[in-house]
């Protein structure tokens, strides 16, 4: 039975501040490994995905790598801004969407 | 526009009530999702169809009735509601033609039951 675990739970930094949000699997037999935002109240936006064959993947400020083998994915935020609060999901697919329990982010200006 | 739109997108009803949650996605995906959030935000997948057919059903009482009429819609009916049905109802889609594409998501459905 797949489980995804991400570290940590939350996350307080000051604005500029690069950092990482880690997701862990147990199944490593995925289809692909997606990254989410979710801002409070609202639905889920797609930041990222990395199908099983890739080991990452960029969009402006954000890069997110998946190491398949050792079931682990990290999402790194290059210069934090305000507006990058929101919690965080990863998620992995195979035949189905297995998410992790999310790590909210608050970035201090 | 919408990629994947839910209706409605909140709902406030009485304990024992019936009733619906629509989803209907314009993105040509063959596979559909119903989540759960709850209140610990924790997303968990309920049910999913591939090409209007069935292929997930988690442990989730039968008074949940998910129904496919096309491959475009996926609505979620319950009967008999009770509190702890309370939560958020995400809609996803996704496709598995070429590999398993990203999954699109609906912007929830707030269920409240008093």
């Known amino acids: 039975k797949q489980e995804v675990t991400q570290i940590p739970a939350a996350l307080s930094v000051p604005e500029g501040e690069n950092l990482v949000l880690n997701c862990s699997f147990t199944d490593s037999a995925i289809y692909n490994l997606q990254w989410f935002r979710q801002d409070p109240g609202k639905g889920l936006t797609s930041l990222l995905l990395?199908?099983?064959?890739?080991r990452e993947q960029t969009s402006g400020r954000l890069n997110a790598s998946l190491d398949k083998s050792s079931g682990r994915s990290t999402l790194y935020i290059a210069a934090s801004q305000p507006g990058d609060s929101a919690t965080y999901l990863c998620a992995v697919s195979d035949l189905k969407t297995i998410f992790g329990a999310g790590t909210r982010l608050f970035v201090k200006a | 526009d919408t990629a994947v739109s839910q209706t409605p997108k909140y709902l406030v009803t009485q304990m024992g009530n019936d009733k619906s949650i629509k989803c209907e996605q314009n993105l040509g995906h063959d596979t559909m999702y119903w989540y759960k959030q709850d209140s610990k935000k924790f997303l968990k997948i309920m049910f999913s169809?591939?090409?209007?057919?069935?292929?997930i059903n988690e442990t989730v009482p039968n008074r949940f009735s998910p129904k496919s009429p096309d491959k475009a819609h996926l609505n979620l009916h319950i009967n008999s509601l009770e509190l702890g049905d309370s939560a958020v109802y995400f809609c996803?889609?996704?496709?598995?033609?070429?590999?398993?594409?990203?999954?699109?998501f609906g912007q929830g459905t707030r269920l409240t039951v008093v």
């Open positions: 990395i199908q099983s064959s890739q």
């Open positions: 996803a889609s996704s496709s598995t033609t070429g590999g398993r594409t990203e999954a699109f």
């Open positions: 169809y591939n090409n209007k057919e069935l292929i």
